[in-house]
Nanobody
C-alpha cells in the first residue's frame, strides 16, 4: 500500500518560514508528480504547488509565487515545500498529493497525505 508521510507544520509568526516534507513509500510504483494543496476553515481546498517527477517542472498559483518553492529528492521519493514570507492568510491545513502508477499499467493513481497544520500569527 502506497502511503505519504507528511511533516513540518507548526506555528510561525508572519514573515517567518517553514519547510514541509512529504515522503512516499510502500509497494512498487513510479512517481509521476507530487504537489501540495491547502484548506482553511470555511474555504475550499486550493492548489499550492506541484512538481513533475521526471522533468522537475514546477507550478504555482499567483498567491504563493515568489514566496513558496517546491522541490524533490528522487532518491528519497520525497517532496518539500519551502515557505518564506508567510502571511496570516497562509494559515491552513496543508495536504500532500502523490500521482503515481504501478508497473505494467498506464492508469494514474492518487494518494493524499493526512495533512499538516500551518498557523501563521500576525
Amino acid at each position: 500500500q502506497v502511503q505519504l508521510g507528511e511533516s513540518g507544520g507548526g506555528l510561525v509568526q508572519a514573515g517567518g518560514s517553514l519547510r514541509l516534507s512529504c515522503a512516499a513509500s510502500g509497494g512498487m510504483f513510479s512517481t509521476l508528480a507530487m504537489g501540495w494543496f491547502r484548506q482553511a476553515p470555511g474555504k475550499e481546498r486550493e492548489f499550492v504547488a506541484a512538481i513533475n517527477w521526471s522533468g522537475g517542472d514546477t507550478y504555482y498559483p499567483d498567491s504563493v509565487k515568489g514566496r513558496f518553492t517546491i522541490s524533490r529528492d528522487n532518491a528519497k521519493n520525497t517532496v518539500y515545500l519551502q515557505m518564506n514570507s508567510l502571511k496570516p492568510e497562509d494559515t491552513a491545513t496543508y495536504y500532500c498529493k502523490l500521482e503515481f502508477k504501478r508497473a505494467s499499467t498506464t492508469r494514474t493513481l492518487e494518494v493524499w497525505g493526512q495533512g499538516t497544520l500551518v498557523t501563521v500569527s500576525s
